[in-house]
């Protein structure tokens, strides 16, 4: 395994991490309009993800950092090439942070529904856009012998990276959906179930066609064992949701994501970015990679901090493990 | 959709407007995530309420500031990829990897002990709390030391070699780019004066309430911090940039002699006080000078030759090809006196209120005052400054709260305009630069969205920064005094509402 191979897979792991966790906040995020129903509930639903989503949203940035230092040209022809979907995304996450965080500083009323309503849009677009985004990676976009996209916009909303999209949304809506009941006492928690319960069976439906179609398209052994995973874990899922087993539940949502991206990757392996245009054009881990010096920097850099990292987020659940409900949910403004 | 207008034209505007605008946040999280650390430090160590009740007002404003710093930062990750996809393709091999350092170690670092330190009042034992703020703080450091490291590699590049068959530049010694004499006065440059820009932030603020008599003894602290940041953070400002001046003559003489608009080479050098000039005839109408001094600055002596814009044109087109190498001369010019003149102006309103609030000892007893008391100005020995003079500092120390916020938007542009026409000295034009696959049209669209949303939230942002700093440090309540002893929290109470929640 070459040290491109070795960083195709660190990228991959990178995403995982990102959909893993930003995947059940953006779910939550989504929740706030399905599941709450009043302002305690929904302050509720944004503090159980609280302490968290920054550090959960850094796996973006990092896998973007990383793609530029391991994968240049991967970096370049993806976000000029997906220029206004992503400029898109960009003001979601602008939009989600500030709302987080400056929702609580005022009193009056609009501005706190108004910061609501942003929480919901700018969960929900970005939940169904990077599913579209990673639809079009995979299938493949028309990248010319320059490594320049050369379709427009309409070209990526094609139905398959659509029902990708759609696939992302109802997942991580799920996850979320498990992560709540995990995280909250009372009616919630029991709502938080029921709804999970019909979002997964939702998700399943979307997922099996689209891993499917995936697979019919261009998978191989190793991505039909993936494929196998994730439907099976998505299914365990439901089955432990119903039977009241959280951690289990969400643990298996948790499964379902790592399966669904490494099959999408494994899919798409030794291509990075394929070519519709011409076969000779499309980026792979050897033409679009970086030097073997800087590779080998960055592997040191990411086999380091990663399990650190992950240590120290780790750690922060634990700190913020006791379940909350409305009754801990301060009236004052901050 | 097709401008009239250079390919790179937008892709700048956009740049600088995001840019600068990300940077107006950066350097008030790097200095207020450190002075709000020292302030729970002493509150853990000495038990002083005052020390917790500016923790938590500090505490708040950095807070409305962090979100800002950290949501336009995720713009500036990806726009390289966005609008300067040649660019990335030409450098990824190099720049990517400080980029890449510095989500991986500092951003982690930074967001995560963020969330602890906001929600973990009442979830962390004191010091483990403290612990958090100061990983807040380490990680904006670093992060600015990594992003420095790659800026310098731009302004300076050491450590690699171009690969002619694959058509870019590549890394082949990582070390020498993270400590090149260029990453290592920047960085000192940008840290003190962000020091200096939190600082003066922080003696506006209390100037303000101090004016009104309000929330005295929790602001003479906060005043008194703010001071010292100010007078050390200005000091080491001035003497960083003294330095990186100096490199940047060796490294990028053009940059400097636009800065002069120097247009000949002169021995010794003057400085320029006022000049109006001519860009395309290449010399100056009017200037007023003061003989020797640029030498000074440029080599440490009153004699030496400095090059003038010209002569390094011309340098540049022998060694580079037929071109126009010249920067923007006015706005370089310009660019760097508006940085050093309100930088050091708000250095001097430090300097001058550490003097005028100097310690109870030093005065004499008639101008001593209790805690619970503005203190008197104090110029000379026994006497006080009149009424109006008193009222006019305090004014001054409110008005100028911001000049280093200017002085530093300044300096970047000085900075990265006069270092045109390269994106990388030396190597790589900005024009070639560009996405030759984006069209204006989307650059355009992406440019009106981010100004506007930027506009939007700057609003927003200053709107609540002046609500809360109104607001005064807050009350203490029993949960703030009685912080727990588990992690996790005590188990007190298993239906008691949150300390902290959104």
Redesign the interface.
Known sequence: MELHDVWFVLIAVLWTGYFFLEGFDFGVGVLTKLLARNRPEK?VL??TI??????N??W???A???T??????W???????F??P??LI??C??????A???????PEENWQRNWEHAIFWTSLLPAFLWGVAFGNIVRGVKIDQ?????GNLWDLLNPYALLGGLVTLTLFTFHGAVFTALKTVGDIRERARKLAFKVGLATAAFALLFLLWTQVDGGDGKSLVALVVAVAALVAALVANQAGREGWSFALSGVTIVAAVAMLFLTLFPNVMPSTLNEEWSLTVTNAS??P??LK??TW??VI??PI?ML??GW?Y?????R?GT????ETV? | MDLALAPETLARWQFGITTVYHFLFVPLTISLAALTAGLQTAWVRTEKEKYLRATKFWG?LF??NI??G???G??Q??Q????W??Y??F???????P???????A??FE??????W???WD??PQKIHLACIWMVSIGTILSAYFILAANSWMQHPVGYRI?EAKG?A???D?WLVLTQNTALAQAFHTLSAAFLTGGAFMVGISAFHLLRKKHIRDMKTSLRLGLVTVAVGGLLTAVSGDVLGKIMYEQQPMKMAAAEALWDGEAPAPFSVFAYGDVDKGHNKVAIEIPGLLSFLAKDDFTSYVPGINDVNKAEQEKFGPGDYRPNVPVAYWGFRWMIGFGMTSFAIGLAGLWLTRKKFLLPQHLRVGDDEVPHLVLFRNKALNPKLTRLYWLAAIWTLAFPLIANSWGWIFTEMGRQPWVVYGVLQTRDAV????SQG?VL??MI??TT?YAI?AV?EVK?LV??VKAGPPELTEADLNPPTK???DSRDA????????
């Open positions: 302050r944004i503090n609280g302490p968290v989503w920054d550090g949203e850094v973006l940035l990092s973007g950092g990383a530029f230092a391991a994968f240049p040209e970096y370049a022809t993806l976000f000029s090439g220029y206004l992503l400029l960009l003001v996450l602008i939009v989600r942070g500030v987080f965080e400056y929702r609580v500083k005022r320059n490594f320049e996209y050369v970086s030097s010096y800087t920097i960055m850099c990411a901090a990663t990292v120290y987020q922060t634990w700190v913020f493990r006791k909350i009754q801990h949910i301060a901050h | 708040k807070l409305i979100a800002m950290v949501v336009t995720i713009v990750e990806f390289f990829g966005m609008n996809s040649d990335s393709r450098v990824g091999d190099v720049f990517g990897a980029l890449a350092f510095e989500a991986l170690i951003f982690f967001s995560t002990f963020i969330g602890l906001i929600f973990g979830k962390l690969n870019r590549e890394l082949t990582f996405s030759p696959g984006v989307e669209t992406s969205v981010f949303l939230l927003v609540l609500k809360y992690i996790g929290g239906d008691k509402p949150m300390a902290f929640s959104y």
